[in-house]
């Protein structure tokens, strides 16, 4: 089984774009503090890559990254302000923003961070407390 799908985005202006091949390895929703206060969000759609699936085809020059902790940097284009892509080195696995990825047909299977929700949603999909134990959080599952 292959998938050799190319997925183009860009930011905001399309001074920077990328491709991602494949498909993620997870989809879902954040809705932790974090994620809420950089995207002026109530909540944050992510997809899950490898690295290595991921090729920033034009503007790498235009990236630019903060860390407000080590295990994300969040990084987006300095000529439009749009966001872009946030890594997380400890998970091996970078989020390309679902927004961003225009033909990507986004399959969300988890929401993470539920206890710090503002926007509760009743979607049927587990809510996370705070993270999957696979990558090092409590695995513990709330109530819709
Ligand atoms: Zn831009
Ligand atoms: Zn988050």
Same mark, same amino acid.
């Given at each position: %089984?292959? +998938?050799?799908?190319?997925?183009?985005?860009s930011c905001f =202006?399309g001074?920077v774009q $990328?491709?991602?091949?494949?498909?993620?390895a997870?989809?879902g @929703?954040?809705?932790? !503090?974090s =994620?809420? *206060?950089?995207?002026?969000? &109530?909540?944050?759609?992510f997809?899950?890559?490898?690295?290595?699936?991921?090729?920033v085809t034009?503007?790498?020059?235009h990236?630019g990254s @903060? +860390?407000?902790?080590?295990g994300s940097t969040?990084q987006? =284009?300095?000529? =439009?302000?749009g966001?872009?892509f946030?890594? *997380?080195?400890? %998970?091996?696995? /970078?989020? /390309?923003?679902?927004? /961003?990825i225009?033909t990507?047909? $986004?399959? &969300? !299977?988890?929401? /993470?961070h @539920?206890q710090?929700?503002v926007l509760p949603?009743r979607?049927g999909l &587990?809510?996370m407390r705070?993270?999957?134990?696979?990558v090092?959080?409590?695995?513990?599952?709330? &109530?819709?």
């Amino acid at each position: %089984m292959s +998938n050799d799908a190319i997925h183009a985005g860009s930011c905001f =202006c399309g001074a920077v774009q $990328f491709t991602v091949a494949g498909s993620p390895a997870a989809s879902g @929703y954040c809705h932790c !503090a974090s =994620c809420r *206060h950089w995207s002026a969000g &109530p909540v944050n759609a992510f997809s899950l890559w490898h690295p290595s699936a991921l090729t920033v085809t034009s503007g790498a020059e235009h990236i630019g990254s @903060y +860390n407000k902790t080590p295990g994300s940097t969040r990084q987006w =284009c300095t000529q =439009c302000g749009g966001h872009l892509f946030t890594d *997380h080195p400890a %998970m091996g696995l /970078v989020d /390309v923003y679902a927004a /961003v990825i225009p033909t990507l047909s $986004f399959a &969300p !299977a988890v929401h /993470v961070h @539920y206890q710090e929700t503002v926007l509760p949603l009743r979607d049927g999909l &587990p809510k996370m407390r705070d993270m999957p134990a696979e990558v090092g959080g409590s695995g513990v599952t709330l &109530p819709e």
